[in-house]
């Protein structure tokens, strides 16, 4: 094996842990966020002089978790291309002349994409869910209440 083999092995390699670190954290965020959420509804619910300034808060907070996500979602994606090019060059594909750039082609995906990117990871089941039973369950409590 080559030295440029090597290095596009490590790098193919690092990628694919990085990706999946997004996914396990992800799905730990998910929980913590829909147990706590879960959590303080019922406590919020339970006290009749409770603000609507909490549910508010609590509706702000969640909203936030949910770009965020989509935002990681964004940066693991960028990735794809990569990992991709990394993939074919070793099943005899394209051949890669220069290992470790994965950085500044995930940076100009991600320039690329933009705003545009953002949005369309926000709207993907996988990443809204649990957010908007969240947000459909603090309604629902602020109109039962």
Same mark, same amino acid.
């Given at each position: 094996?080559?030295?440029?083999? +090597? *290095?596009?092995? &490590?790098?193919?390699? =690092?990628?694919?842990?990085?990706?999946? !670190?997004?996914?396990?954290?992800?799905?730990?965020?998910?929980?913590?966020?829909?147990?706590?959420?879960?959590?303080?509804?019922?406590?919020?619910?339970?006290?009749?002089?409770?603000?609507?300034?909490?549910?508010?808060?609590?509706?702000?907070?969640?909203?936030?978790?949910?770009?965020? +996500? *989509?935002?990681? &979602?964004?940066?693991? =994606?960028?990735?794809?291309?990569?990992? !991709?090019?990394?993939?074919?060059?070793?099943?005899?594909?394209?051949?890669?002349?220069?290992?470790?750039?994965?950085?500044?082609?995930?940076?100009?995906?991600?320039?690329?994409?933009?705003?545009?990117?953002?949005?369309?990871?926000?709207?993907?089941?996988?990443?809204?869910?649990?957010?908007?039973?969240?947000?459909?369950?603090?309604?629902?409590?602020?109109?039962?209440?």
């Amino acid at each position: 094996m080559s030295n440029l083999d +090597e *290095a596009l092995q &490590k790098e193919y390699l =690092h990628l694919s842990a990085v990706w999946d !670190d997004f996914d396990r954290r992800v799905l730990t965020i998910k929980g913590w966020t829909a147990a706590g959420s879960i959590a303080a509804m019922f406590a919020w619910a339970s006290k009749p002089e409770a603000s609507m300034g909490f549910a508010v808060g609590l509706a702000v907070l969640i909203v936030a978790m949910w770009v965020l +996500e *989509a935002q990681w &979602k964004v940066f693991q =994606h960028s990735n794809g291309s990569r990992i !991709d090019a990394l993939e074919a060059h070793f099943a005899g594909g394209a051949q890669l002349t220069c290992a470790f750039q994965s950085h500044a082609i995930s940076r100009r995906i991600r320039e690329k994409w933009g705003l545009r990117g953002l949005l369309k990871w926000f709207g993907k089941p996988f990443v809204w869910i649990p957010y908007v039973p969240l947000l459909v369950m603090i309604l629902l409590t602020i109109f039962i209440r």
